[in-house]
């Protein structure tokens, strides 16, 4: 089992930075693979970005390239997004999840465990 715990939501202005912070704790390993996802109200969740345990590789949704980067720290089993630039439509839920040998996939179902959520919502 894999334990993840969300931080760093909030409100912001449109054009204004947001760092959400996600901790994994339990049986992790090199195998494991972290998302982010989203989900607004009456929408479906969708992915926003993923990186491999290692760092070594990325996987962002178009509409946040440029402007939200994904990073992790081994060291304390945390990985981060990095959002500038937000805009009102990205206001929504925002989901840390890990996923098990699926690498930085964009696919929801690849995803075993989620964390609690953190909400972020962008002004405009």
């Known amino acids: 089992q894999v334990q993840l715990v969300e931080s760093g939501g909030g409100l912001v202005e449109a054009g204004g930075s947001l760092r959400l912070s996600c901790r994994a704790s339990g049986r992790t390993s090199s195998n494991y693979a972290m998302g982010w996802f989203r989900q607004a109200p009456g929408k479906e969740r969708e992915f926003v970005a993923a990186i491999t345990w290692s760092g070594g590789s990325t996987n962002y949704a178009e509409s946040v390239k440029g402007r939200f980067t994904i990073s992790r720290d081994p060291a304390e089993n945390t990985k981060y997004l990095q959002m500038n630039n937000l805009k009102p439509e990205d206001t929504a839920v925002y989901y840390c999840?890990?996923?098990?040998?699926?690498?930085?996939?964009?696919?929801?179902?690849?995803?075993?465990?989620w964390g609690q959520g953190t909400q972020v919502t962008v002004s405009s």
């Open positions: 999840a890990a996923n098990l040998f699926r690498g930085p996939t964009s696919a929801v179902s690849a995803y075993r465990y």
